[in-house]
Each structure stands twice: as structure tokens, then as C-alpha cells.
């Protein structure tokens, strides 16, 4: 099957071309196109996938793409380890979520288009996974940023919609100038884009301050396509898109793709710590951060939003600590159980009518049992309870950073597990317990949804076994730099990590489902607290400032310069060119007489001059010499 | 196809048409003649462009004919790995022009068409003189109809438009005058063959004195900072195809002037002021890009954007090594052909709402769905996404000119950051939100209108899928360039 992996990316290609040329108006074709595409590029990573654990070799082909004199570049596959595990993960979820999308876009009026942007997105993204080299990763990546683009502003019509698509592509855009100015540092130092000449290469490279300086340029881009803090700005407002693909591109696999292209490039990482302990740090300020304010916000794709921002921290941290396998089993756990929620809170909303605020929810356990049975599963394994699958992917993320004697950024990751358990069962008590907050009639969804939950579900209980320490060849065997990865069963931290998460979900109950303290009393006891998180701290205000008052206002008075300053010059050149015009103009009066006069005048004026130079020549001139 | 002169078919294609056209009374004939015209000059350049040899390089598809002997001039043709995606650019861009005009013209039709294909005999014959005599005949013939077609049937303050793009082009062409003059007389060959030209080692002070002129006499063309405030006043005023036209290929008679003419007979002279160059493009790309921003008109946002393009290819050119220059011409095609289809879009909105005022429009995807996504696609080709040839030719520029000027490219490169914001503002405002209620009888684009739409955003996208196509002929035309030059050493590390 390896031989046949470049068809993985192509297929949703072909899909896509075909939904726009030619099924674009029969919808359920294109859908059945969209979806046949995705479930043959998933057959076809399994089997790549099952050669692999039979024989974990790195294999690379490709054909080349341009080729000029001092460049040439390739597109091609790249399997190993991450890339067939990326492939399996991006290809089952989304044969599950274009299923799942299937009942929940049925009504809608873009329904191919939705399908050919959702294909668009597939080759994107597998595009990238197999990348072989840094431009094909960045072709991809900004490829993978459109598809976003197009979904979020999916409902182009809603203002905030097409708002937080642009949004979101300029915000990812800035971080990936960084991603670009890295790139081409690197190529002008080593002349080359291939990962594996370049892994060769950097070994023996010994300036480090600028190995260092390239590197976090280049993490840059993961910045914002993960949404690491400051970049984070974008991916709540994403929630605008659909709520299948905020499951699949902004919970899932798209914005994974910044951790991924750090894990690929990890051999730049490696070889400059201090670009190392700039990721470690990001990725933990954002975990924390992130994880307080979805403590506070009342729409339910907001508060899952804030999640991933904060997950996709932790996975950030792994990477920055050394725990390389740490982190892409976090990828892997989190794709499952992430997915999971959107599609519940998707299946919510379809419930509800579009009703998005957890405070108009409340006793749906009722009236969709399916779909609360497999949320809380969802919301047991993102708060990392044993033996859901969040718990071993964190636990080993904990673990890699005291083996590394990184104790404050452990304790930053253990406080963000208490919030996260506490904001979880916060969401889930709220929207799921209790009696109904407002008049709805919520109904159970389709099978076509709720099977999908199901399958999810499974995985979020199961998936965390293929790492754990119980399987001798697991994860670990796998997924690795360096060295294959053990896992060992670590006592103190798994019960550290339980007790902050039960402390967490025990608050959650105490103040939403028991409410021994009601949350207004809380929240106004609290109030300037809870306002900062509320809004977010603020941030979106700040750049919104910027953008707007500084950016804009440079362009503004650059303007001014241009209309002002240089056309002033130009314009001024062309009124004074006018003016000497003018003036000479009264020379030219038509009067022959008066020409005549000023002939005569001039030739006498230079027989005068010439006289006095030259008197002889003047003589002769006259005939008298 | 041997004895076929094809390079003279394309050049003399449009002006037979225009001939014919003075003999008609129809405006639906002049139309087709047109038409028939420009495609017949689009099919025999790409024949050329499928059919030259990259193996062989150089020069191909040469016709020579003595003209004054006296003065060594002669009329003599060729395309090389430079010149022939100009010429293919150019044929697209007319053919694409005379369908866009199809609906928007109703005055003077007749007159309109025959500047227009004017106008067009003049760009090709640039691309393709291998003689300086003819070279200077053709660009301007190229520029004086350009007058004409804005003063007349333009808008948006069509007589200062007109006026001040004549004047900026006509002093810019003096000064190429004397630097053509120079160049003759200082080379004693008593031939105005390029090529011969060309092999004249001159002192150096006198290369840095003609280059001066040509970088002048070509930059005021090619919108170098600060002699660009013609571009945008232009292009608003100008009717849509002329907008496309000048946009799309008209500077690009300057950027290539500089390659053929400045770097190719005078190289010292073009090492001498590359420094200077670079950092006046940089300077126009980000300032162009930044004013952009300020715009509430379309056609100004556009017009400052190829500002700011432009000087992404004039960085190129500063770069002088084989991935900035590559990139340079690459960008010369990719910008031609985006800003031509940025151009017809505006042109079908404005012909149907009246306005280009973005914030009285807004919600037209409802009522226009294949403007609004040939538009983002033509935004998506400006902000340099990969999958449209933009991307290959602005990363070659990056990657060449980095390796020459580092803390420049670093500007440069955060352009495309504000692009992404001012292009995709653009989109919004017009395109996307809820639909007004007074645009809601607005068609979307069809039949006729929708040809120029199809080729160029195939033409993008097709080139960027398969940018080897082009950057791969390209480069076949800049290692021989480079050959000739020999060695170039351009300083420093800022």
C-alpha cells in the first residue's frame, strides 16, 4: 500500500474538482462523492498503516515540483511514524464527521459547497502530513488556512461570520511571516528544503544563537495555527463555521497541525534548547491560561474553543520539555475525545434550534440520552479521569516534565487540569443536568449523528490504551524521536493528577448541580475576576486598538503622504512648468513688427558682444577686412 | 512550421484587426474582428510557448529584416525564456480585454477597439524587438493610445488621469531616448541590435550614467517608488480593459525594459544602482500596501496593490541572481494576470452597480456568486497563496533576494501580512455580510463576461499547479543572461 500513499491527498483533490465542475447542483452526489473519496483515502491509510507496525521504516518519494538553477523542490510523501499515525487520525475522523455532517446540514442551501470545501480541506491537510520538505509544508499549511477560511466564513452572510474568517487567516497569516522568514534563513544557510538533508546538515552546525533565532521563527507559525498565546485570538471566533467542521479542522486536525509541524521539524528543536524552553513555556502559559477563561463563557462552542486553545498548550509543553511521544499521544487522544464534544455540542444546538448558550439549556439528559451519555463520556476523558483517554495521554505529559526537572511548568500543567475538570462538568452540569433553563423542546438526533457520537465514544475510552503502560510495544514503539519511547506506570503523578481532577469535577457540582453557593452569588463576589475572563482579558480589545488605530492609521497617514507630500510635488511640477508657460507666452504676441525688432535687436546685441571680444572677426564678417 | 512568421502573426495580428475594424459600421462586427484578432494572437503565442526549445535556449522564432541600413536598424523579432511568458501574458490579457468590453463599451466602439488594438500591436512588438530602434518605437506606441483610451472613455477624473500618465510616460521615455542615444554612439558598433549592444564592454562610469537614465526612463513605467502616483490615477480612471491593460502588461514593459536594456547591456551599471533599487521597491511594496489600506475604492485598493506588487518585482530585478530574477519575471506573468482579472470584476460590479465606493456595496455573493469567488480567488493569487503562481514567483523573489539584501527581504516579506488584511477587507465589504436590499436586481457575471473570468483564473491556477511551466523557461533565459553578465558581486548585509 506505501507505494499507492500519494493517492491519500489526491483523492479528496479529485472530489473537490469534481464538485465543482461537475455535481455542483445534485447534492446528495456530492456528498457522496466528498464522503467515498474520504473513506478510500482512509482505506488506503490503514493499510499503509499496518504495513508500518510491521515494518516501522522511513520511506520517502516524490517527483519534483520546480526546478530552476539554486532551487529545487519536490512534492512528495513522507511516511514515518507521525505521518502514518496523522494520516490515520485525519482520514477517520473525517470519514466519521463528513458522515455525521450528512443530518447535520441536511437543510442547508451550500450543502456541496460545504462538501467541496470539506474535501479541500482533506487534501490540505493530508497534503501536509506527508510533506517531505519545508515548502511543501508550508504550501500545505497556508492551503489548510484557506480551507478554515472558507469553512468559518462558511454562512457568509453573518456578518461576525465573515468577519471571524478574515480574522482568522490574518491572524494565522502573521504568524506564519514568521513560519516564511525561517524558512528562508534555513535555505540560505543550508540550500535545501528536504527535511532529511536538512536533519543531516543542522547536526554539525554550530552557530546557535542563529539556529535558535530560526527556530522560534519557525514556531512561530505553529503559534498561530494552534492558537498559542498571543495568536490565540482567532480560533474562538472560528466557532462561527459549522459546528462539524469546528469539530474536525478547529478541535481535531487543523489546528493539531502547528504541534505537527513542530514535531517534524523537531531536529531544529533539538539542536537549539532555547527555542525549546520558548515552546515549553508558550504552550504552558497558553494550557493555563486558556483553561481560565473558559471558566466563564456561556456559549458551548466557546467554552470547547477554550479547551483546544488550552490542550493544544499542553501538547506545546510535551513537545517543549522532550516529550516527544508525550505529545503526539496527547494529538492522538485529544483528536478523539475533542472531536467528540464539538459533535455533541453539534448535536445540542441541532436539538435546540440553534440555541448556543448553556444557560438556556439545562435537563437534556432527558430528552437526549445518547447524546448526554456520550458527551460526559467526552468531558470524563478531557478531564483526564482513569481510565478515560485523556488521563494517560496527560499523565504522560506530566510525567515527561518532572523526569525533566521542569517542576514549575509541571505545576502550571497540573493547576490547568483542575481548571479543566472544574470548566468541563461546569459546561456539563449546566447544559445537561438539572431542569430545563429555558422553554425548548430539544429531540434526539438522527442515527446518522448519534452513531457517530457512539463510535467517537468508544475511542475516548479506549484510545488511551495504546499508550499506556500496560502494552509493551505501544505508542511508544512508534511515535518517537530519537529512541522508541517506554512508558512507565507513574504512582505519585497519576494520583496527584486524579485527585485535582476530582477536586475540580467536585467544585463544578458543588456550585452548578448542588449549588451549595450559587454561582451569581460567586460571580458577583468575584466580579472583577470574573469580568477579566469573561472577556477574555481583554485581548481581542487590545489588537482590535492596534489594528484599527495604529496599523490603520499608518496607512491613513501614508495616504495623506501620497496624495499631499508626492503628489503635491508632481502636481506642483506640472503647475509650475505651466506658470513659465504662461509668462513666456507674452512674447509670443503675433506682431511681426515687433519680431522683427527683437531680430534685429538680438543680431546686433551679438555683433555688440562678439565686437568686443573679437573685433577682427567682427570686421572681417562685415566684408571689411 | 519552419518559414511561418508566427512572432510577426502575433504582433501584427491586432493591428491588421484594427485596419479592418476602421471599415466597419456594426459595433457587434467590431466586436467579433476584435475578438478574432486577439485570439489569433493567443493561439500563435502559445504554439510559441508550447513549441520553444528550452534545451536550446536563446533566441528562437527570429525574423530579421533590414530596415535603415545607414543606421544599423532593422526589424528583428524573438522570444526567449524572458520574453516569451510576457508575450503569452500579453495575448491573454488582450483577449480577456476585448470580451471584457464586450458589454461595458457603447460609445465609439469603433475608435475604442482600434487604440485598444493599437496599444496592444505596440506591447508585443516591446516583448519581442531584438532591436533598440524598434524597441523605443514600440513602447511608445504602446503608451500614446493609452491616452486617448482614458481620456475618453474613462472615469473617476479621466482628464487628470489621462494627463498625468501621459506626461510621467513621455518625460520617463525622453530620458530613455538619451540613454538609447548613449548607449549607440558610445558602443561605435553602429548597430541598434541588443545583442550586439550588449557585447560592447562600456567604461563603467558611463554604465552607471545610462543606467541611471534607463532606470528612470523604465522605473517611472514600472511604478518605482516615488514616481508611482500616475499608476493608481490611471487605473481608476481608465475604462476596464484599459485598467487591465495597463495594469497587467504596460508596467511590465518597464520592469522588462530594465532586465533587457539596463542589466543586459549595462550590468555594471544596474550592480552599481541595484542597492538602491531594492530599497526603493521595498519601500513601494510595503508603502503601496499600506495605502492600499486606506482606500475606499476599489479600484484604488487595486491600484496601489500593484504598487506594492510591482515592487516586489523590482526587488527581484535589485536581487540580480538567478532565483531573484527567475522570480522577478515569474511575477511580471502572475501579477499580469491577477490584477487583469482583479480589474474585469470591478469593471462587470461597477458596470452593473454604478459604484466602486466599497462601503455603499456589500452581500453581493447572494447575487453574484462567480464574481465573488473569482474575486477571492484573485485576492487569494495576491496575498501570494500557494495552488496560484503568484505564490512561486513571490517565494523565488524572497528566497533570491534574501541571499543579497536580508533586513529588506524581512520588509518585504511583511507585506504580505497586510496584504492578507487589506484583500480579504475587501472581500467582506463587498461580497460578503447580509445582501442590501438596493443591490438585490444585481446579475451575476454570464456568457460573454464570463470568458475573461475562466481564462484568467485558469491561468493562475493552472501556473500554479504547475509552476515548472513557467519558471522552468524562465530560467533557461536568465542563466543565459546571467552568462553574459558573468559574475556579480552585490554587497553588504543589510
Known sequence: ?625 | MNGIPLLSIILLAPLVGALVIMALRQDRHIRVVAAVASAVSLVASLYVYANYDSARGGMQFTETVPWIDQLGVAYSLGVDGISLPLVLLTAIVIFAGVFASWTGIRERVKEFHVALLVLVTGVFGVFMARDLFFFLVFYEIAVIPMYILIAVWGSTRKLYGAMKLTIYLLVGSAFLIVGVIAVFLASGTGSFDIATLASVQYDEGFQKFAYLLFLFGFGVLAALWPFHTWSPDGHVAAPTAVSMLHAGVLMKLGAYGLLRVGLWVTPEGAQAWAPLVATLAVIGSVYGAMVAMAQRDMKFVIGYSSVSHMGFVLFGLAGINALSLNGAVTQMFAHGVMTALFFALVGLIYDKAHTRHMPDLGGLARQMPKVAAAFVIAGLASLGLPGLINFVAEFLIFVGSYQVYPVRAVLAVSSIVVTAAYVLRVAKWVFFGPPVEKWAGLTDARGVEMVPIVLLVGTLVFFGFFPSLMTGLIDTGIVSLLEHIGPIQLGGSF
Request: no cysteine; hydrophobic share 55%; proline share 3%.
Open chain 1, 1 to 625: 500500500m506505501i507505494e499507492y500513499a500519494w493517492l491519500i491527498p489526491l483523492l479528496p483533490l479529485v472530489s473537490f474538482a469534481l464538485i465543482v465542475f461537475v455535481t455542483g447542483r445534485n447534492r446528495l452526489l456530492s456528498a457522496g462523492i466528498s464522503i467515498a473519496a474520504i473513506a478510500a483515502s482512509f482505506v488506503i491509510a490503514a493499510g499503509v498503516g499496518l504495513e508500518f507496525l510491521h515494518n516501522p521504516e522511513t520511506v520517502e518519494y516524490g517527483l519534483p515540483w520546480v526546478d530552476v538553477l539554486g532551487l529545487r523542490v519536490e512534492m512528495g510523501v513522507l511516511l514515518d511514524g507521525i505521518s502514518v499515525l496523522m494520516l490515520l487520525i485525519v482520514t477517520f475522523i473525517a470519514t466519521l464527521i463528513q458522515i455525521y455532517s450528512l443530518g447535520y446540514m441536511h437543510e442547508d442551501p451550500g450543502f456541496s459547497r460545504y462538501y467541496s470545501y470539506m474535501s479541500l480541506f482533506a487534501f490540505s491537510m493530508l497534503g501536509l502530513v506527508v510533506a517531505t520538505n519545508f515548502l511543501q509544508l508550508y504550501i500545505f499549511f497556508e492551503l489548510v488556512g484557506l480551507a478554515s477560511y472558507l469553512l468559518i466564513g462558511f454562512w457568509y452572510e453573518k456578518h461576525s461570520a465573515a468577519e471571524a474568517a478574515k480574522k482568522a487567516f490574518v491572524t494565522t497569516r502573521a504568524g506564519d511571516f514568521g513560519l516564511l522568514l525561517g524558512i528562508l534563513i534555513l535555505f540560505s544557510l543550508f540550500g535545501t528544503f528536504d527535511f532529511t538533508e536538512l536533519a543531516d546538515r543542522i547536526a554539525g552546525f554550530d552557530n546557535i544563537p542563529l539556529l535558535t533565532l530560526l527556530t522560534v521563527l519557525i514556531f512561530l507559525g505553529p503559534v498561530g495555527k494552534s492558537a498559542q498565546v498571543p495568536l490565540h485570538v482567532w480560533l474562538p471566533d472560528a466557532m462561527e463555521g459549522p459546528t462539524p467542521v469546528s469539530a474536525l479542522i478547529h478541535a481535531a486536525t487543523m489546528v493539531a497541525a502547528g504541534v505537527y509541524l513542530v514535531a517534524r521539524t523537531y531536529f531544529l528543536f533539538a539542536n537549539a534548547p532555547v527555542a525549546l524552553t520558548v515552546v515549553a513555556w508558550v504552550g504552558g502559559i497558553t494550557a493555563l491560561f486558556a483553561a481560565t477563561i473558559a471558566t466563564a463563557q456561556d456559549d458551548i462552542k466557546r467554552v470547547l474553543a477554550y479547551s483546544t486553545i488550552s490542550q493544544l498548550g499542553y501538547m506545546m509543553l510535551a513537545l517543549g520539555v522532550g516529550g516527544f511521544t508525550a505529545s503526539m499521544f496527547h494529538l492522538t487522544t485529544h483528536a478523539f475525545f475533542k472531536a467528540l464534544l464539538f459533535l455533541g455540542a453539534g448535536s445540542v444546538i441541532i436539538g435546540l434550534h440553534h440555541k448556543q448558550n448553556i444557560w438556556e439549556m439545562g435537563g437534556l439528559y432527558k430528552k437526549m440520552p445518547i447524546t448526554t451519555v456520550t458527551f460526559l463520556v467526552g468531558s470524563l476523558a478531557l478531564a483526564g479521569l482513569f481510565p478515560f483517554a485523556g488521563f494517560w495521554s496527560k499523565d504522560s505529559i506530566f510525567a515527561v516534565a518532572l523526569e525533566h526537572g521542569q517542576v514549575a511548568l509541571y505545576w502550571l500543567a497540573v493547576a490547568a487540569a483542575f481548571l479543566t475538570a472544574f470548566y468541563t462538568f461546569r459546561l456539563f452540569f449546566v447544559a445537561f443536568m438539572g431542569r430545563p433553563r429555558s422553554d425548548h423542546h430539544a429531540v434526539e438526533s438522527p442515527p446518522s449523528m448519534t452513531g457517530v457520537l457512539v463510535i467517537l465514544a468508544l475511542f475516548a475510552i479506549g484510545v488511551g490504551f495504546i499508550g499506556s503502560p500496560f502494552i509493551k510495544e505501544g505508542f511508544g514503539h512508534f511515535i518517537y524521536f530519537g529512541k522508541p519511547h517506554v512508558e512507565h506506570l507513574h504512582m505519585n503523578i497519576a494520583l496527584t493528577s486524579t485527585a485535582v481532577t476530582l477536586a475540580g469535577i467536585t467544585l463544578a457540582w458543588l456550585v452548578y448541580s448542588v449549588r451549595v453557593t450559587s454561582f451569581e452569588t460567586l460571580s458577583v463576589a468575584l466580579k472583577p475576576a470574573y469580568l477579566l475572563l469573561k472577556n477574555k482579558y481583554y485581548i481581542d480589545e487590545i489588537y482590535r486598538w492596534v489594528g484599527e488605530r495604529v496599523v490603520e492609521g499608518f496607512g491613513f497617514v501614508l495616504q495623506w503622504f501620497d496624495r499631499t507630500i508626492i503628489d503635491g510635488v508632481v502636481n506642483g511640477t506640472g503647475t509650475l512648468t505651466e506658470a513659465i508657460g504662461r509668462r513666456l507666452r507674452v512674447v509670443h504676441t503675433g506682431d511681426l513688427q515687433t519680431y522683427a525688432l527683437v531680430i534685429l535687436s538680438g543680431v546686433a546685441l551679438l555683433f555688440a558682444i562678439l565686437a568686443l571680444v573679437d573685433p577682427v572677426k567682427v570686421l572681417k564678417l562685415g566684408g571689411i577686412l
